[in-house]
């Protein structure tokens, strides 16, 4: 038998390189023989192209032409078709499936429902786990406003089709004079008032059509987040937090370390990318440049240094316990897979 | 056909990007321009949490705040533009209160989608729309939300018209797309760093905004480095800072030329040391 699949999370703010630090991490263990899959959110074009999942459906195999130990597999998650095969494997008879599928607000919901890749990407990582085909598998979360809405979202979800809810929703769907007669609290009739005042009774149809539908594997639901939650605090699991130098962007992960503390996950390390150097500028040997030259190198350095005090600064508040890599965008070639690669080898150096 | 816009609101100014490139030190230059030029002007924030809180160092609220003469700063999160809107509505406190601390409105407000950028940019539009409350600011600077989540925003007005065909919920939202397409009321400012992951999001951006809307965005390259030395005049250094720094001139001549190949015009914010607080980026302008 197989061991246990490893998972390893990728978090952190939008805008920092998660996906190209996931897909480094890809070569980093394949490159140590392992059986790795990378799933990913929405990589750059450059980024997909290189990998050869651009535009691509399912896990792909990708094609490196140096040598690797082991095997590197990457995947874009496709929010809609999870949903809809969630959806469809949970409703068990095809005509609920169907019913769900025509109504107006699941479609807007599946993909813009705040939380909702969280969710899919969740349940896919579940399930590709489940099947023990990979050693690792890395998981490059959906950017999201904040970084731990991953952590939230699913959990959310399926408060948001709590029973005393999606009853109340279900109700308004049927007999409307009913609703009057069954509901015994008199702010509820008011609360519909508003609702329609707001939103018309078309959109509160809608809405109880949508819970109607919903209701019949909402139990599927809940048990599904569970399962995926219990993956998430397991020992198979760790997390890296992927962040830059930004100043904002190190205050934001500062907060979201603490939360992840609080909850109890596994934060292995932060990864703090595109670092500046932090040799001294006394240290420079400029002999063979012109004088206005150095000049104008001293200015632009002393320019870019004095931009990165004050995160710098704020990286002394790190909790002691949590190792921070840093990765230095001093990468030479040109060629995507091999500066994935190259990156890789500088991240295994940071390792060791 | 363009509906006549009433109300005292003239211009509105989006500013988006993403994360990190400095939308939000972009959007404070912007509206600080528009109070020296006498106009009276609101910057408002929409996330979640403040920024401006932090940067005028006093708390930034729904209700506006006075920061210099004709600047006025508030912050507008979606649950208090709706809560504000809902309030406009039914005005009877307690029925407002009831629905907002019903497990039922919550859970619809979680679920609808978009409710909540349709409620911001029910706000946003408010003057025009003469819906909803206003107030009398000639120029509204909106440091919008981040790239993804702003094509939410400005896409909930039609998207909510579509999904609902009949009703207030359709008629509110088509005037709010009415007013988002009036080229001489709605502007948009891409804020985008020499990076080109950036750089390419922010230009795909740009071409979704010009399709869907036919907005004609500024593109703002932020934290320019202003020199005459070139990326090759670095090259081949084996010190690890003036790699870093051939790096960055790599990465800000790419962004350059990737821009002049898509031949949009660029508008550069030098990298400055001093901009940090309110004064700096005021005495800058």
Known sequence: MKNKTQIMIQMGPGGVGKTTISAAFGFYWAAMGKKVLVMTIDPSKRLAQALGIEGQKGVVKVDYKGSLKGELFAMILNHEEIFDSFVLKAAQKNSVAQKLFENKLYKALKTKLQGSQDFTALIELYRKAESQEYDIIILDTPPAEHAWQFLDAPLRIVTLFQDKVAKWFRWMGGDTTSIWSQVVNVGAKQVFKVMELLTGSEFVKQIADFFKAIHLFQDQLRDQVKKSHELLKSKETEFTLITTQDELKIRESLEYVQEMKEKGYQLKRVILNRAWPENKVTDLRLEKFKSDQKKQILHLIDLLSANQKSSLDLMKRWPQDVKVLKVYDTLKSSHDLERLKQMSEDMMRAFT | ?285
């Open chain 2, 1 to 285: 056909m363009t509906r006549q816009i009433k109300g005292p609101l003239k211009e509105i100014h989006f500013v988006t990007g993403k994360g990190g490139v400095g939308k939000s030190t972009y959007a404070v230059l912007l509206a600080a321009r528009f109070a020296k030029q006498n106009r009276q002007t609101l910057l408002v924030e929409i996330g979640d949490r403040s920024f401006y809180s932090s940067l005028f160092e006093k708390p930034i609220k729904y209700k506006p705040t006075s920061i210099v003469d004709n600047l006025e700063v508030a912050h507008w999160s979606a649950h208090e533009c709706l809560k504000s809107y809902v309030m406009s509505l039914v005005k009877v406190q307690a029925v407002y209160k009831l629905f907002f601390e019903n497990p039922i409105s919550q859970s619809l407000i979680q679920v609808a989608p978009a409710l909540s950028e349709l409620a911001v940019i029910g706000q946003i539009t408010s003057s025009p729309r003469q819906h909803g409350p206003h107030g009398n600011h000639e120029v509204l600077v909106v440091d919008a939300y981040a790239t993804g989540h702003f094509l939410n925003l400005v896409r909930s007005p039609s998207a909510m018209a579509e999904t609902i065909p009949i009703g207030p919920m359709h008629d509110q939202s088509a005037q709010m797309d009415e007013v988002l397409r009036n080229s001489e009321m709605c502007h948009c400012h891409i804020v985008t760093a020499a990076e080109e992951l950036v750089l390419t999001e922010s230009l795909e951006l740009l071409q979704t905004l010009e399709k869907e809307l036919s907005w004609r965005p500024d593109f703002i390259l932020n934290r320019y480095l202003e020199t005459f030395l070139n990326s090759q005049d670095l090259n081949h250094q084996d010190q690890f800072l003036l790699q870093a720094l051939h790096n960055k001139l790599l990465q800000q001549e790419l962004a350059v030329k990737i821009l002049s190949e898509n031949q949009k015009q660029l508008i550069k914010v030098p990298l400055i040391k001093k901009l940090q607080t309110f004064q700096d980026m005021y005495e800058l302008i």
